[in-house]
């Protein structure tokens, strides 16, 4: 009797690899993780590399890899990296967070681009391929997960919609524009785009030889990790929304339709026959840390009183300028008076993130998002009840349990294939 279908998602995130093996009712059946180490050069392809091999080759000890029907991977949005003519990086990568070194190809995306396109703006993902491929050796560019991926199979590579969004892909004409080739980005050099999900190949000998993973189970485009993070909760219609409680804070609502606001911080990536549009705010849990230790906060929030509102009008940023869902690199913080009180100012601070999503959620309504029916929460402070309490009442939405919350179990439900997407 042959075993039940199992489906690997693999996570490649900040911080680290994680694996998950999801069944075919989208339940976790095993997982592994290997952090980066500290000293670690979380831009050197070959560290994802080796977290990658090595929770792989743990899960083979855990379950049995003949069940496997399909793998998927996500990476970090807009994390780029050259290869030579053999499929070899050439030196490190560019990371998510590093803006392009060079201004002029910035200026020649903001001239080339539409005003709406994700592209543009010195944290485009295409301004890190170009500069890219200006670098000796170089020939061609993949995102990051698109060269894991590609790794385990054996192969050039292919990218999905998403991870392609910030590069300039059309996700709409299903297709890479014309303006790149004048931004100064060879098409060519781009690898061809899918949907999130999409079979794309066996995963063949190279995959056999290495791991034990069968060759004959498919390989699955895979995502970035938010929109793996927003997968793994459950969310599947209009309506619903997934709010992660990080160290920044991120707002995803699945919509039937794109919503492009790049003056408010607003992209959409498409999943299946929806849209998740949303952003991504500088306010979050790292203004909390930098206030109070962990045990600070958990003795406060025990003294918390969240039916009681503090009435302070804080908006918590560490330095000047926001992204979503106002986009203004000057906008200024807010956060006094301060009371005396630690408990009063904790309250006053995680009221004034939750008045920020709030704020975020009423600008997807008031460009055509669909209306907002519920909320699941992800991230460290999806655990913290009043705060919980705080959001709820500010919202007026149904809070549900997310599913999942590890990346990996989302990008793991694309490769179960026709069970993944709405």
Known sequence: MSEPPVA???????????????????????????????EADRAAPDIWWQATATCLDRLRSAISFEAITGLAVDGTSGTMLGLDADGAPVGRAIMYN????DAAIVAAIDTAAPSDSPA???????????????????????????WIAARIAGF????DTNNALKTGYDPVAETWPDWIEAAGMPVAALPPVVAPGTPVRRLGRAASERFGLPPDAFLHAG???????????????????????????????????????????????RLGDLWLVGGASNSGGAVLRHFFADADLARLTAQLAPDRPTGLDYYPLLTPGERFPVNDPAFAPRLTPRPQDDTIFLQGLLEGIARIETMGYRKLDALGAPPL??????GGGAVNMAWTQIRRAMLGVPFLPARASDAAAGTARLALGRNALP
């Open 98 to 101: 590093v803006p392009c070194p």
């Open 223 to 269: 995502t970035t990790d938010g929109c793996a993070s927003f997968l793994a909760t459950g969310a599947s219609a209009p309506g619903d929304a997934v709010t992660a409680l990080g160290s920044t804070l991120v707002l995803k609502l699945f919509c039937d339709r794109p919503i492009s606001a790049p003056q408010y911080g607003i992209y959409s990536h």
């Open 120 to 146: 543009r703006g010195a944290n485009s993902a295409l301004a890190r391929a170009i500069a890219l491929m200006r670098r000796p050796g170089v020939v061609r560019v993949l995102h990051q997960a698109d």
């Open 8 to 38: 690997l998602g693999i996570d490649v995130g900040t911080s680290g690899v994680r694996v998950a093996a999801l069944d075919a009712a989208g339940d976790m059946v095993a997982g592994e993780a290997q952090p980066f180490a500290p």
């Open 156 to 159: 050039t590579g292919v990218s």
């Open 373 to 378: 029916r519920s909320v699941r929460s992800v």
